[in-house]
């Protein structure tokens, strides 16, 4: 099974920071890799598919980058709304597998 | 408007057991392979399980292999989870999905325990 580790586990930043968060595979898994948005109270939010694509409707502030075993996910002006919680999940082959995941607080 | 709507949930003894379900509209539920995904308190989201778009096929995390059992009925575009032999690290909001298409359900809560 493939297993997804997230760094860091935790962050703070300001308002107007640019801000990357690292996901890595245990083995190569291509491009199939995806980043989610979740909130307290509040169903998970796709942001990025296929490692690079941005979803429809999210702000082009958001950017995903990589292939193979290592991706990033990069936000490239923080704002108020971004402070949440960052997952990445792979999801070619059973099981799938999402990162531990990555809490944004605000500094 | 494309809803995915889960019940089924509540508080329930170790070692009983739960079935969920997930009720679809507003897509063509047929076609979509559907997953389970959880959340215990203060964690992160774990895939629980996923069966393809027929039915013929169906996937699980080890942890819930042999208790849990994932099923559809695509004629009621309903999607279930039967939760058997349940513990309490079992506690946890379900989220019914598609993960390819992007759509969630609201989250249904287990809790397990005495």
């Known amino acids: 099974d493939i297993q997804m580790t997230q760094s860091p586990s935790a962050m703070s930043a300001s308002v107007g920071d640019r801000v990357t968060i690292t996901c890595r595979a245990s083995?190569?898994?291509?491009?199939?890799l995806a980043w989610f948005q979740h909130k307290p109270g509040k169903v998970p939010k796709r942001l990025i598919y296929a490692a690079s694509i941005l979803q429809s409707g999210v702000p082009s502030r958001f950017s995903g980058s990589g292939s193979g075993t290592e991706f990033t996910l990069t936000i490239s002006s923080l704002q108020p709304e971004d402070f949440a919680t960052y997952y990445c999940?792979?999801?070619?082959?059973?099981?799938?597998?999402f990162g531990p995941g990555t809490r944004l607080e605000i500094k | 408007q494309v809803q995915l709507v889960e019940s089924g949930g509540g508080v329930v003894q170790p070692g009983r057991s739960l079935r969920l379900s997930c009720a679809a509209s507003g897509f063509t539920f047929s076609a979509s392979a559907l997953h389970w995904v959880r959340q215990a308190p203060g964690k992160g989201l774990e895939w629980v399980a996923a069966i393809s778009f027929d039915g013929s096929a169906s996937y699980y995390i080890d942890a819930v292999k042999g208790r849990f059992t994932i099923s559809r009925d695509n004629s009621k575009s309903t999607l279930y989870l039967e939760m058997n032999s349940l513990r309490p690290e079992d506690t946890a909001v379900y989220y019914c999905?598609?993960?390819?298409?992007?759509?969630w359900g609201q989250g249904t809560l287990v809790i397990v325990s005495s």
């Open positions: 083995q190569g898994i291509s491009h199939y």
């Open positions: 999940l792979y999801y070619n082959s059973y099981p799938y597998s």
């Open positions: 999905a598609d993960l390819i298409g992007s759509r």
